[in-house]
């Protein structure tokens, strides 16, 4: 008796294998699917996208993100390159104020004992006798240092408008200037200053019309002394 001939047992791991064929159309399949998820919405996609690198334990790396990533560093240095600059600017600012309030704090101003007066609502020089103290005056600044500066203070009568007494002020305290460069003074270190009687600069501005400063560094104890000694003459 003929014996029945067995069947050719398949080695493990063949019995699921796919033609080649059809392998290649499930690709091509698969693509288009993909493509046209794609193109019908963008968080599909990249929901597909997620799905495939879990599945093939692949890394996720998107150069956009990176780039933005890189674009927000370089934002944040250009933030703190900018604040930098701005406190170094602040700085410097306030380094220059400080070495003004410095100079300004640096000199003493040693009053004239006698001062300038002027007609009520007047900033004219007509009398003689303002003439010829302005004079003296002159020839006592000629002897001081050349580093002692002269300011000259104009102050204002006790009148209601404001802007007059202002304009009143600077037209005294300039022509007493003016009169001092026109007896030789250098003009270099003269001042001038308006101040009115609202600023509270002289309770009585009427019986000091104009004042005369002389500005000395207050550590030079020499030049104050020079000018102290040259005040007394005057007196004399």
């Known amino acids: 008796m003929a014996k029945k001939k067995k069947p050719q047992e398949c080695p493990a791991g063949e019995k699921w ?33 997620t799905e495939f690198i879990k599945i093939f334990d692949h890394p996720k790396t998107v150069a956009l993100k990176g780039q933005k990533s890189g674009g927000t560093e370089n934002a944040n240095k250009d933030s703190l390159s900018g604040k930098n600059s701005s406190a170094n600017a602040e700085s410097e600012v306030g380094e220059e104020l400080m070495s003004l309030l410095d100079q300004k704090e640096s000199q003493v101003a040693l009053d004239f004992p006698a001062s300038i007066k002027f007609l009520p609502r007047s900033s004219d020089i007509n009398d003689p006798d303002i003439i010829n103290f302005i004079k003296i005056v002159s020839l006592s600044i000629k002897k001081l240092p050349p580093q002692v500066n002269v300011e000259v203070r104009g102050y204002a009568d006790d009148y209601s408008d404001d802007l007059e007494n202002f304009k009143l002020a600077s037209q005294r305290a300039y022509n007493v200037t003016k009169l001092l460069s026109q007896n030789g003074i250098d003009p270099k270190i003269l001042t001038f200053s308006a101040h009115t009687s609202t600023k509270n600069v002289l309770k009585n501005a009427n019986s000091k019309s104009v004042k005369i400063y002389f500005k000395v560094n207050k550590n030079d104890v020499k030049t104050q002394k020079s000018v102290l000694d040259s005040i007394e003459n005057v007196q004399k």
Do not use: M
């Open 17 to 49: 294998a796919v033609p080649y064929a059809d392998f290649l159309s499930l690709l091509l399949a698969l693509f288009i699917a993909l493509w046209a998820i794609s193109d019908s919405s963008k968080s599909k996609t990249e929901a597909l996208q």
